[in-house]
């Protein structure tokens, strides 16, 4: 694995982190405060969270094509949406899971094929 492509997993994986809590953990740590409050601190969070997007994709592309930048991204945030939905978010575990799971390998297979 070439380092770009580590060092696009690995801020791609802590912006995706970011994300997570400031589209969904608000659900959760802010259910009893007005949305306006939820949403100011969320875009807050959102903006840490662009601060390892951005640099995560034009490392990335530096190799990888728009498609494949892409599809890594939309894995990368199942392999952690799931957990946080189990664990953090109390989310029962369904079956969709697996099937979008399986969904997106084949979408890895047809994008980064040669």
Request: charged residues 10%; aromatic residues 16%.
């Amino acid at each position: 694995m070439s380092p770009v492509l580590i060092k696009t997993i690995l801020l791609l994986s802590i912006s995706n982190l970011f994300m997570l809590f400031a589209w969904y953990g608000h659900l959760k740590n802010l259910a009893s405060k007005p949305w306006i409050i939820a949403a100011l601190i969320s875009w807050g969070i959102a903006l840490v969270e662009y601060l390892f997007q951005v640099p995560a994709n034009r490392i990335g592309y530096t190799e990888l094509n728009l498609a494949q930048l892409k599809i890594l991204q939309e894995v990368i945030t199942l392999t952690l949406f799931v957990p946080f939905a189990l664990f953090y978010m109390q989310q029962p575990l369904k079956w969709d899971y697996v099937w979008a799971g399986l969904c997106l390998l084949g979408a890895v297979y047809f994008i980064f094929r040669s």
